[in-house]
Nanobody, 124 residues
Framework: QVHLVESGGGSVQAGGSLRLSCAAS????????LAWFLQAPGKEREGVAR????????VYADSVKGRFTISADNAKNTVYLEMYRLKPEDSAMYYC?????????????????WGQGTQVTVSS
């Protein structure tokens, strides 16, 4: 069973930065796709960034391109989301997600495993 644990959330002022971590365990394959999603109150979960750990190829949502960076440390089984120039509209619960088979993009329904989330609050 895949288990994901996020950490690193917090409160920052606009323009600040945070680094989120997602510690993963239980994968049976050496390479897999992991993604970060955010969910603001009353809104649907939306994809932010995705990485394939085999090649470190990445995909970003347009809203975060140039501000967020997703990376993976395969030795630590950890995926990171570095967030820079944060905006109040980035405030949300951030979730790490993994898929057991393919490598979906940002369709939350296609991801099989989810962490408990970590809260990011950006004040203006």
């Amino acid at each position: 069973q895949v288990h994901l644990v996020e950490s690193g959330g917090g409160s920052v002022q606009a323009g600040g930065s945070l680094r989120l971590s997602c510690a993963a365990s239980g994968f049976t394959r050496s390479s897999h796709c992991l993604a970060w999603f955010l969910q603001a109150p009353g809104k649907e979960r939306e994809g932010v960034a995705r990485i394939y750990t085999g090649s470190s190829s990445t995909v970003y949502a347009d809203s975060v391109k140039g501000r967020f960076t997703i990376s993976a440390d395969n030795a630590k089984n950890t995926v990171y989301l570095e967030m820079y120039r944060l905006k109040p509209e980035d405030s949300a619960m951030y979730y790490c997600a993994a898929d057991s088979g393919g490598c979906p993009l940002f369709d939350a329904s296609k991801y099989d495993y989810w962490g408990q989330g970590t809260q990011v609050t950006v004040s203006s």
